[in-house]
């Protein structure tokens, strides 16, 4: 078995609700309003246990995660559209993809409003100078606005891993070091 065959099977199915959830959403001129419900429905998922646990577990029937976020939608004030995508995802028991959904949502935005995201792993956090350095550095190389998603990982012990759509490019010291072991081995 392929194990990235369950993946591609969530992004696929996370890819088509959003699809009609941001065609909806542009038909009705209304992606700005979406694209805080995302956010705020994003930082839910990452702050909440209990929604994680609702969205994931197989012990909830279809009634109870409906129910339940069907009540997440209404006390977050989430826009019509968004809330009966949820609703029907519970329907189907496909809740699971909510993650995936919530990212390919952003995704189809921001190529709408001509940006790309650029996943950035740094050594420490970086200040917010020197993101916007890095955003405008970005964005004169690929020629579009750039959203910086910033992680910090000190293994990586100083430098960046920057990667743009099908591009990487890894500056970090633990690379570095890396590939002067294995030019050692080759030596010795």
Known sequence: MDVSEPASISSGIASRYATAVFDLAKEAGK??????????????LNDS???RDLI???LYTRDQQ??????????????????????????????????QFLAAL??????????????VTAAK????????????????????DVNLNVAVDSALIGGLV???GSK????????????LQNSMKEVG
Do not use: C, H
Request: hydrophobic share 50%; aromatic share 2%; charged share 30%.
């Open 31 to 44: 992606i700005a309003d979406f694209e805080s419900n995302i956010a705020d429905l994003e930082t839910a």
């Open 49 to 51: 246990a209990d929604l």
């Open 56 to 58: 994931s577990s197989p």
């Open 66 to 99: 409906e129910a339940g976020i069907a009540a997440v939608a209404k006390a977050m004030k989430l826009r019509p559209n968004l809330a009966n995508a949820l609703s029907l995802m519970a329907q189907k028991r496909r809740l699971f993809v909510l993650p």
């Open 106 to 119: 952003k995704a189809l935005i921001a190529e709408e409003k001509g940006e790309i995201t650029a996943d």
């Open 125 to 144: 956090k970086l200040t917010k100078a020197q993101e916007e350095a890095l955003a405008k550095a970005l964005k004169e190389t690929v020629g579009k």
């Open 162 to 164: 920057v990667k743009v």
């Open 168 to 179: 990487m490019i890894d500056t970090s010291i633990r690379s570095q070091l890396s590939k």
